[in-house]
């Protein structure tokens, strides 16, 4: 089984949102049908990234991490090329 930590974008403003599931499609799903609380102002999502870790002590800490400002800009080079694309 594994967890995944994951980076949504929003197709309303272009937000991000990062999580972490053991369904990575029902998750993505939830937040689309508007039953996730903190994105359902921002529909529709859609999945730009993710990770899967086998623990899931990893994957909270890998989501903490890239919740803060070091992650962020480690997450945005990663996805460089896409980041420069959207604009």
């Known amino acids: 089984m594994f967890y995944y930590i994951y ?4 197709g309303k ?3 991000l949102y ?3 599931t053991k369904r990575l499609r029902e998750r993505i799903v939830k937040h689309n049908l508007k039953s996730v609380q903190s994105t359902k102002n921002k529909t529709p ?3 730009i990234y993710f990770e899967a870790c ?3 002590e990893d ?6 991490y890239l919740k803060t400002s070091q992650g ?10 896409y980041m420069y694309s959207r604009k």
């Open 59 to 64: 994957a909270e800490r890998r989501e903490t």
């Open 54 to 56: 086998l623990n899931k």
């Open 45 to 47: 999502w859609k999945c």
């Open 72 to 81: 962020s800009r480690l997450l945005k080079r990663r996805l460089k090329e």
């Open 13 to 15: 403003d272009g937000s």
């Open 7 to 10: 980076v949504l974008e929003s």
């Open 18 to 20: 990062i999580g972490y």
